[in-house]
Protein backbone atom coordinates (compact mmCIF):
# COMPACT_ATOMS: atom_id res chain seq x y z
CA UNK A 1 0.00 0.00 0.00
CA UNK A 2 1.04 3.51 -0.62
CA UNK A 3 0.35 6.43 2.37
CA UNK A 4 0.49 9.77 2.59
CA UNK A 5 0.97 11.09 6.05
CA UNK A 6 -0.07 14.73 6.23
CA UNK A 7 1.53 16.66 8.86
CA UNK A 8 5.61 18.21 10.00
CA UNK A 9 5.41 16.91 13.87
CA UNK A 10 6.57 14.56 16.20
CA UNK A 11 3.01 13.21 15.88
CA UNK A 12 3.44 12.19 12.43
CA UNK A 13 7.07 11.00 12.91
CA UNK A 14 5.51 8.61 15.30
CA UNK A 15 2.80 7.53 13.17
CA UNK A 16 5.44 7.55 10.20
CA UNK A 17 8.01 5.40 12.45
CA UNK A 18 5.42 3.12 12.92
CA UNK A 19 3.93 2.87 9.46
CA UNK A 20 7.41 2.29 8.06
CA UNK A 21 7.90 -1.25 9.40
CA UNK A 22 4.81 -2.55 7.91
CA UNK A 23 5.01 -5.12 5.62
CA UNK A 24 2.14 -3.83 3.78
CA UNK A 25 3.66 -0.63 3.14
CA UNK A 26 5.14 -0.06 -0.67
CA UNK A 27 5.89 3.24 0.05
CA UNK A 28 5.71 5.96 2.68
CA UNK A 29 5.05 9.74 2.18
CA UNK A 30 5.39 12.63 4.72
CA UNK A 31 3.73 16.39 3.93
CA UNK A 32 5.56 18.59 4.48
CA UNK A 33 7.56 16.36 7.44
CA UNK A 34 10.48 17.11 8.77
CA UNK A 35 14.05 15.99 9.25
CA UNK A 36 13.19 12.54 10.69
CA UNK A 37 10.34 11.58 8.42
CA UNK A 38 12.96 12.66 5.70
CA UNK A 39 14.83 9.38 6.97
CA UNK A 40 11.92 6.99 6.84
CA UNK A 41 10.00 8.59 4.39
CA UNK A 42 9.90 11.12 1.16
CA UNK A 43 9.37 14.11 2.57
CA UNK A 44 6.52 16.09 -0.47
CA UNK A 45 6.43 19.90 -0.03
CA UNK A 46 2.84 20.43 0.12
CA UNK A 47 0.44 22.54 2.36
CA UNK A 48 -1.69 20.61 3.58
CA UNK A 49 -4.65 23.16 4.04
CA UNK A 50 -4.88 23.50 0.09
CA UNK A 51 -6.83 20.51 -0.68
CA UNK A 52 -6.80 20.45 -4.41
CA UNK A 53 -3.00 20.52 -4.44
CA UNK A 54 -3.08 17.17 -1.52
CA UNK A 55 -5.67 15.62 -4.07
CA UNK A 56 -3.19 15.86 -7.16
CA UNK A 57 -0.66 14.27 -5.32
CA UNK A 58 -3.01 11.72 -4.21
CA UNK A 59 -3.92 11.12 -7.90
CA UNK A 60 -0.41 11.45 -9.14
CA UNK A 61 1.10 8.76 -6.46
CA UNK A 62 -2.00 6.59 -6.55
CA UNK A 63 -2.20 6.96 -2.72
CA UNK A 64 -4.14 4.28 -1.07
CA UNK A 65 -4.27 5.56 2.39
CA UNK A 66 -3.98 9.17 4.30
CA UNK A 67 -3.61 9.51 7.35
CA UNK A 68 -3.91 13.61 9.03
CA UNK A 69 -2.15 13.99 11.75
CA UNK A 70 -3.43 17.26 12.79
CA UNK A 71 -6.74 18.62 13.41
CA UNK A 72 -7.04 21.80 10.90
CA UNK A 73 -7.30 20.30 7.80
CA UNK A 74 -10.04 17.64 9.24
CA UNK A 75 -12.06 20.77 10.95
CA UNK A 76 -12.00 22.43 7.37
CA UNK A 77 -13.22 19.19 5.76
CA UNK A 78 -10.85 17.38 4.09
CA UNK A 79 -12.29 14.61 4.39
CA UNK A 80 -15.78 16.04 2.95
CA UNK A 81 -13.46 17.01 -0.10
CA UNK A 82 -11.97 13.74 -0.31
CA UNK A 83 -15.78 11.51 -0.29
CA UNK A 84 -17.42 14.47 -2.76
CA UNK A 85 -14.97 13.68 -5.63
CA UNK A 86 -15.15 11.08 -7.87
CA UNK A 87 -11.83 10.77 -8.51
CA UNK A 88 -10.67 10.00 -5.07
CA UNK A 89 -12.93 7.11 -4.44
CA UNK A 90 -9.79 4.59 -4.43
CA UNK A 91 -8.25 6.51 -1.39
CA UNK A 92 -9.23 6.01 1.54
CA UNK A 93 -8.89 9.72 4.33
CA UNK A 94 -7.90 8.30 7.84
CA UNK A 95 -10.41 10.83 10.39
CA UNK A 96 -13.73 12.79 10.67
CA UNK A 97 -15.88 14.91 8.33
CA UNK A 98 -16.37 18.44 9.30
CA UNK A 99 -19.24 18.37 10.97
CA UNK A 100 -17.97 15.16 13.26
CA UNK A 101 -14.93 17.23 13.87
CA UNK A 102 -16.71 19.76 15.57
CA UNK A 103 -16.19 17.19 18.35
CA UNK A 104 -12.85 19.09 18.65
CA UNK A 105 -13.60 22.50 16.43
CA UNK A 106 -16.99 23.34 18.47
CA UNK A 107 -17.10 23.42 22.67
CA UNK A 108 -20.62 24.08 22.62
CA UNK A 109 -20.96 21.27 19.77
CA UNK A 110 -18.98 18.68 21.64
CA UNK A 111 -20.69 20.02 25.16
CA UNK A 112 -24.33 19.37 23.44
CA UNK A 113 -23.07 16.02 21.94
CA UNK A 114 -22.22 14.51 25.53
CA UNK A 115 -25.38 15.90 27.13
CA UNK A 116 -27.26 14.44 24.37
CA UNK A 117 -25.79 10.68 24.75
CA UNK A 118 -25.19 11.20 28.32
CA UNK A 119 -21.55 11.09 28.89
CA UNK A 120 -20.20 12.67 32.08
CA UNK A 121 -19.00 16.47 31.41
CA UNK A 122 -18.54 19.54 33.68
CA UNK A 123 -22.16 21.30 33.85
CA UNK A 124 -21.79 24.35 31.91
CA UNK A 125 -23.82 26.84 29.04
CA UNK A 126 -23.18 28.65 25.99
CA UNK A 127 -23.34 32.45 25.97
CA UNK A 128 -23.34 34.65 22.92
CA UNK A 129 -22.75 38.43 22.54
CA UNK A 130 -26.94 38.58 22.72
CA UNK A 131 -26.22 36.77 26.12
CA UNK A 132 -23.75 38.65 27.65
CA UNK A 133 -26.11 39.50 30.79
CA UNK A 134 -27.29 36.13 31.04
CA UNK A 135 -23.48 34.66 31.08
CA UNK A 136 -22.17 37.27 33.78
CA UNK A 137 -25.21 36.23 35.73
CA UNK A 138 -24.57 32.15 35.55
CA UNK A 139 -20.30 33.13 36.65
CA UNK A 140 -22.36 34.55 39.59
CA UNK A 141 -24.15 31.32 40.23
CA UNK A 142 -20.57 28.92 39.92
CA UNK A 143 -17.53 28.89 42.25
CA UNK A 144 -14.20 29.76 41.98
CA UNK A 145 -12.15 28.87 39.96
CA UNK A 146 -14.29 29.88 36.74
CA UNK A 147 -13.88 28.33 33.38
CA UNK A 148 -14.30 29.87 30.12
CA UNK A 149 -13.68 28.44 26.79
CA UNK A 150 -14.28 29.75 23.45
CA UNK A 151 -16.00 27.67 21.42
CA UNK A 152 -13.93 27.68 18.46
CA UNK A 153 -10.24 26.70 17.50
CA UNK A 154 -7.83 28.96 19.13
CA UNK A 155 -4.27 27.30 19.21
CA UNK A 156 -4.77 25.72 22.15
CA UNK A 157 -5.11 28.97 23.82
CA UNK A 158 -9.07 29.57 24.30
CA UNK A 159 -9.52 28.35 27.47
CA UNK A 160 -9.47 30.46 30.19
CA UNK A 161 -9.38 29.63 33.75
CA UNK A 162 -9.93 32.20 36.18
CA UNK A 163 -9.60 32.61 39.82
CA UNK A 164 -11.83 35.97 40.31
CA UNK A 165 -15.49 36.38 39.28
CA UNK A 166 -14.36 40.34 38.52
CA UNK A 167 -11.81 38.89 36.41
CA UNK A 168 -14.00 35.80 34.77
CA UNK A 169 -16.79 38.72 33.75
CA UNK A 170 -14.26 40.66 31.85
CA UNK A 171 -12.69 38.66 30.25
CA UNK A 172 -16.86 37.15 29.34
CA UNK A 173 -16.74 40.55 27.95
CA UNK A 174 -13.55 40.72 26.31
CA UNK A 175 -14.28 37.88 24.39
CA UNK A 176 -17.90 38.16 23.79
CA UNK A 177 -18.36 42.02 23.01
CA UNK A 178 -14.74 43.09 21.79
CA UNK A 179 -13.89 39.93 20.06
CA UNK A 180 -10.41 39.47 22.10
CA UNK A 181 -10.34 36.17 20.39
CA UNK A 182 -11.57 36.85 16.79
CA UNK A 183 -14.34 34.31 14.95
CA UNK A 184 -13.25 31.40 17.96
CA UNK A 185 -14.79 33.53 20.85
CA UNK A 186 -18.51 34.09 19.24
CA UNK A 187 -19.53 31.55 21.52
CA UNK A 188 -18.07 30.85 24.59
CA UNK A 189 -19.16 27.72 27.44
CA UNK A 190 -18.65 28.54 30.37
CA UNK A 191 -18.47 25.57 32.62
CA UNK A 192 -17.49 23.98 36.40
CA UNK A 193 -14.38 23.40 37.20
CA UNK A 194 -13.87 20.14 37.70
CA UNK A 195 -10.82 19.53 40.41
CA UNK A 196 -9.16 16.33 39.63
CA UNK A 197 -5.98 14.41 38.02
CA UNK A 198 -6.12 14.62 33.92
CA UNK A 199 -5.38 11.55 31.74
CA UNK A 200 -5.77 11.42 28.42
CA UNK A 201 -7.58 8.08 26.08
CA UNK A 202 -7.69 7.60 22.82
CA UNK A 203 -9.35 4.92 20.43
CA UNK A 204 -9.59 3.74 16.66
CA UNK A 205 -12.96 3.92 15.03
CA UNK A 206 -14.36 2.97 12.05
CA UNK A 207 -17.11 4.97 13.41
CA UNK A 208 -18.99 1.51 14.55
CA UNK A 209 -16.35 -1.19 15.99
CA UNK A 210 -12.92 0.50 17.81
CA UNK A 211 -10.08 -0.71 19.50
CA UNK A 212 -8.85 0.94 23.27
CA UNK A 213 -5.22 2.18 22.69
CA UNK A 214 -2.99 3.33 25.43
CA UNK A 215 -3.26 6.09 27.66
CA UNK A 216 -1.19 8.60 28.64
CA UNK A 217 -0.60 11.74 31.02
CA UNK A 218 1.02 14.84 29.25
CA UNK A 219 3.16 17.83 30.95
CA UNK A 220 1.12 20.99 29.52
CA UNK A 221 3.26 23.97 31.02
CA UNK A 222 6.62 25.26 30.53
CA UNK A 223 7.61 24.97 34.00
CA UNK A 224 8.95 22.34 36.20
CA UNK A 225 6.20 21.42 38.82
CA UNK A 226 3.82 22.56 36.26
CA UNK A 227 4.32 26.47 36.70
CA UNK A 228 4.22 28.85 34.09
CA UNK A 229 2.39 29.17 30.35
CA UNK A 230 0.77 26.43 28.71
CA UNK A 231 2.38 24.37 25.96
CA UNK A 232 1.90 22.15 23.24
CA UNK A 233 3.05 19.46 25.77
CA UNK A 234 6.57 19.33 27.33
CA UNK A 235 6.54 15.56 28.26
CA UNK A 236 4.42 12.23 28.30
CA UNK A 237 3.87 9.00 30.13
CA UNK A 238 2.42 5.96 29.02
CA UNK A 239 0.94 4.18 30.77
CA UNK A 240 -0.52 5.52 33.43
CA UNK A 241 -0.67 4.62 37.09
CA UNK A 242 -3.40 6.22 38.50
CA UNK A 243 -5.51 4.82 35.35
CA UNK A 244 -5.98 1.43 36.87
CA UNK A 245 -8.32 -1.11 35.66
CA UNK A 246 -11.40 -0.33 37.43
CA UNK A 247 -11.00 3.39 36.29
CA UNK A 248 -10.60 2.08 32.71
CA UNK A 249 -13.52 0.16 33.39
CA UNK A 250 -15.54 3.20 34.25
CA UNK A 251 -13.88 5.20 31.03
CA UNK A 252 -15.12 1.93 28.70
CA UNK A 253 -18.53 1.76 29.34
CA UNK A 254 -19.57 5.58 30.47
CA UNK A 255 -17.65 7.47 27.87
CA UNK A 256 -16.00 5.39 25.03
CA UNK A 257 -18.67 3.15 24.14
CA UNK A 258 -21.31 5.93 24.42
CA UNK A 259 -19.55 8.09 22.31
CA UNK A 260 -18.93 5.49 19.79
CA UNK A 261 -23.34 4.85 19.91
CA UNK A 262 -23.67 8.36 19.86
CA UNK A 263 -21.72 9.10 16.43
CA UNK A 264 -23.46 6.33 14.86
CA UNK A 265 -26.90 7.09 16.43
CA UNK A 266 -25.85 10.97 15.30
CA UNK A 267 -24.85 9.58 11.31
CA UNK A 268 -21.70 11.10 11.80
CA UNK A 269 -18.99 9.94 9.48
CA UNK A 270 -16.03 9.23 11.70
CA UNK A 271 -13.03 7.55 11.08
CA UNK A 272 -9.52 7.14 12.78
CA UNK A 273 -8.54 8.62 16.38
CA UNK A 274 -10.89 10.01 18.95
CA UNK A 275 -8.90 11.92 21.72
CA UNK A 276 -10.49 12.05 24.80
CA UNK A 277 -9.28 14.30 27.20
CA UNK A 278 -10.32 13.50 30.81
CA UNK A 279 -10.49 14.09 34.45
CA UNK A 280 -10.82 11.73 37.13
CA UNK A 281 -12.49 13.23 40.09
CA UNK A 282 -13.15 11.10 43.43
CA UNK A 283 -12.26 7.70 41.48
CA UNK A 284 -14.99 8.66 38.22
CA UNK A 285 -14.15 10.31 34.52
CA UNK A 286 -15.52 13.14 33.12
CA UNK A 287 -15.06 14.47 29.67
CA UNK A 288 -12.86 17.55 29.43
CA UNK A 289 -12.42 17.57 25.50
CA UNK A 290 -12.55 15.57 22.46
CA UNK A 291 -9.42 15.77 19.95
CA UNK A 292 -10.48 14.33 16.65
CA UNK A 293 -6.21 13.18 16.20
CA UNK A 294 -3.65 11.78 18.39
CA UNK A 295 -2.55 13.57 20.70
CA UNK A 296 1.11 15.15 20.96
CA UNK A 297 3.62 14.14 22.54
CA UNK A 298 1.13 11.29 23.66
CA UNK A 299 1.63 9.89 20.53
CA UNK A 300 5.33 9.46 21.25
CA UNK A 301 4.42 7.36 23.78
CA UNK A 302 1.51 6.02 22.63
CA UNK A 303 2.95 4.38 19.13
CA UNK A 304 6.11 2.81 20.76
CA UNK A 305 3.66 0.35 22.74
CA UNK A 306 1.21 -0.86 20.25
CA UNK A 307 3.01 -3.76 18.91
CA UNK A 308 0.30 -4.71 16.05
CA UNK A 309 1.01 -3.53 12.45
CA UNK A 310 -0.85 0.29 12.55
CA UNK A 311 -1.61 -0.22 8.58
CA UNK A 312 -3.42 -3.52 9.56
CA UNK A 313 -6.04 -0.72 11.63
CA UNK A 314 -5.82 2.23 8.71
CA UNK A 315 -6.39 -0.85 5.99
CA UNK A 316 -9.00 -2.51 8.14
CA UNK A 317 -10.98 1.06 8.41
CA UNK A 318 -10.68 1.11 4.34
CA UNK A 319 -12.44 -1.99 3.85
CA UNK A 320 -15.11 -2.47 6.56
CA UNK A 321 -12.97 -5.01 8.83
CA UNK A 322 -11.39 -2.72 11.83
CA UNK A 323 -12.97 -5.11 14.02
CA UNK A 324 -11.66 -7.97 12.86
CA UNK A 325 -8.07 -6.35 13.72
CA UNK A 326 -6.23 -7.76 16.97
CA UNK A 327 -4.35 -4.90 18.68
CA UNK A 328 -1.62 -6.35 20.79
CA UNK A 329 -0.22 -3.45 23.12
CA UNK A 330 3.46 -3.91 25.11
CA UNK A 331 3.28 -3.77 28.60
CA UNK A 332 6.32 -2.07 29.11
CA UNK A 333 6.33 1.99 30.05
CA UNK A 334 7.32 4.53 27.42
CA UNK A 335 8.36 8.15 28.55
CA UNK A 336 8.52 10.88 25.99
CA UNK A 337 10.42 14.62 27.18
CA UNK A 338 10.27 17.53 24.79
CA UNK A 339 13.27 19.14 23.89
CA UNK A 340 12.63 22.26 22.73
CA UNK A 341 13.69 26.01 21.89
CA UNK A 342 15.00 28.60 24.64
CA UNK A 343 11.86 31.43 24.64
CA UNK A 344 9.37 28.61 23.73
CA UNK A 345 5.97 28.97 23.54
CA UNK A 346 6.57 32.36 23.78
CA UNK A 347 8.87 34.19 20.87
CA UNK A 348 12.16 31.66 19.96
CA UNK A 349 15.08 31.54 17.41
CA UNK A 350 14.68 29.14 14.72
CA UNK A 351 17.85 27.35 12.52
CA UNK A 352 20.21 26.20 15.02
CA UNK A 353 22.21 23.39 14.15
CA UNK A 354 21.08 19.89 16.27
CA UNK A 355 24.07 17.64 17.26
CA UNK A 356 24.23 14.67 18.98
CA UNK A 357 21.79 12.90 16.71
CA UNK A 358 23.00 9.53 16.70
CA UNK A 359 24.67 9.23 19.84
CA UNK A 360 21.20 8.93 21.58
CA UNK A 361 21.67 5.87 23.53
CA UNK A 362 18.54 3.11 23.75
CA UNK A 363 16.30 6.48 22.83
CA UNK A 364 13.95 7.03 20.04
CA UNK A 365 14.24 10.64 18.27
CA UNK A 366 10.88 12.02 17.04
CA UNK A 367 11.40 14.95 15.80
CA UNK A 368 8.83 17.56 16.13
CA UNK A 369 10.05 21.33 14.63
CA UNK A 370 13.26 20.38 12.55
CA UNK A 371 14.40 20.54 8.72
CA UNK A 372 17.34 20.23 6.99
CA UNK A 373 19.03 22.94 5.60
CA UNK A 374 22.57 22.80 3.67
CA UNK A 375 22.38 18.92 4.48
CA UNK A 376 22.51 19.92 8.37
CA UNK A 377 19.53 19.36 10.11
CA UNK A 378 18.41 22.55 12.51
CA UNK A 379 15.63 23.22 14.68
CA UNK A 380 12.56 25.37 12.61
CA UNK A 381 10.01 24.99 15.39
CA UNK A 382 9.30 25.60 19.46
CA UNK A 383 8.93 22.11 19.97
CA UNK A 384 12.36 20.19 18.46
CA UNK A 385 12.76 16.70 19.40
CA UNK A 386 10.84 14.37 21.57
CA UNK A 387 13.11 11.74 23.62
CA UNK A 388 11.18 8.72 23.88
CA UNK A 389 12.20 5.48 25.63
CA UNK A 390 10.44 2.47 26.17
CA UNK A 391 11.35 0.08 29.24
CA UNK A 392 10.64 -2.28 31.50
CA UNK A 393 9.44 0.34 34.30
CA UNK A 394 9.12 4.24 34.72
CA UNK A 395 12.00 4.75 36.27
CA UNK A 396 14.44 3.04 34.05
CA UNK A 397 12.83 4.61 30.85
CA UNK A 398 12.71 7.87 31.98
CA UNK A 399 16.57 7.47 33.06
CA UNK A 400 17.03 7.00 29.31
CA UNK A 401 14.96 9.71 27.98
CA UNK A 402 16.90 12.39 30.36
CA UNK A 403 20.39 10.55 29.42
CA UNK A 404 18.90 11.18 25.46
CA UNK A 405 17.95 14.60 25.45
CA UNK A 406 21.94 15.36 27.21
CA UNK A 407 22.85 13.57 24.37
CA UNK A 408 20.91 16.11 21.31
CA UNK A 409 22.54 19.07 21.35
CA UNK A 410 21.39 22.48 19.78
CA UNK A 411 21.84 26.35 21.06
CA UNK A 412 18.97 27.43 23.71
CA UNK A 413 18.11 24.02 24.44
CA UNK A 414 15.35 23.87 27.39
CA UNK A 415 13.15 20.59 28.97
CA UNK A 416 12.02 19.76 31.61
CA UNK A 417 13.72 17.56 33.92
CA UNK A 418 10.69 16.41 36.10
CA UNK A 419 8.75 14.60 33.22
CA UNK A 420 7.14 11.68 35.22
CA UNK A 421 8.22 12.21 38.99
CA UNK A 422 4.59 12.80 40.09
CA UNK A 423 3.61 9.13 38.77
CA UNK A 424 7.06 7.86 40.34
CA UNK A 425 5.66 9.15 43.50
CA UNK A 426 2.63 7.35 43.07
CA UNK A 427 4.06 4.59 42.12
CA UNK A 428 6.26 4.84 45.42
CA UNK A 429 3.10 5.16 47.40
CA UNK A 430 1.20 2.33 45.97
P1 LIG B 1 -9.14 22.03 26.83
O1 LIG B 1 -8.56 22.86 25.71
O2 LIG B 1 -10.61 21.89 26.84
O3 LIG B 1 -8.40 20.72 27.00
O4 LIG B 1 -8.73 22.77 28.16
C1 LIG B 1 -7.39 23.06 28.46
C2 LIG B 1 -7.07 22.65 29.86
O5 LIG B 1 -7.88 23.39 30.78
C3 LIG B 1 -7.39 21.19 30.18
O6 LIG B 1 -6.36 20.35 29.80
C4 LIG B 1 -7.58 21.24 31.67
O7 LIG B 1 -6.33 21.24 32.33
C5 LIG B 1 -8.20 22.57 31.89
N1 LIG B 1 -9.67 22.47 31.97
C6 LIG B 1 -10.55 22.54 30.96
N2 LIG B 1 -11.81 22.40 31.39
C7 LIG B 1 -11.73 22.25 32.73
C8 LIG B 1 -12.70 22.06 33.78
N3 LIG B 1 -14.01 22.02 33.52
N4 LIG B 1 -12.25 21.92 35.02
C9 LIG B 1 -10.94 21.96 35.31
N5 LIG B 1 -9.98 22.14 34.38
C10 LIG B 1 -10.36 22.29 33.10
N1 LIG C 1 -0.91 17.24 23.96
C1 LIG C 1 -2.21 17.75 23.82
C2 LIG C 1 -2.72 17.78 22.45
O1 LIG C 1 -2.20 17.18 21.54
O2 LIG C 1 -3.74 18.43 22.24
Not at 56 to 64: G, H, S, T
Not at 133 to 150: D, H, I, R
Not at 397 to 406: I, K, T
Request: aromatic share 8%.
Amino acid sequence: MKVLVLGSGGREHAISWKLAQSSQLDKLFVAPGNAGTADIAVNVDLNIMDFKAVKAFVLQEAIDIVVVGPEAPLVEGIKDFFIADPELTRTTLIGPDSKAAKLEGSKDFAKKFMERHNIPTARYETFTKSTLTKGLAFLESLKPPYVLKCDGLAAGKGVLILDSLAEAQDQLKAILKDGSFGKAGTKVVIEEFLKGIEVSMFVITDGESYKILPEAKDYKRIGEGDTGLNTGGMGAVSPVSFANAEFMEKVKNQIIIPTIKGIKKDELDYTGFIFFGLMKVSGDPYVIEYNVRLGDPEAEVIIPRIKSDLLHFFDGIASGTLSECDLEIDERTATTVMLVSGGYPESYEKGKEISGLSTKGSSILFHAGTQIDNGKVVTSGGRVIAVTSVASDLDTALENSFEGAEQVQFDKKYYRRDIGKDLQKVAQKA
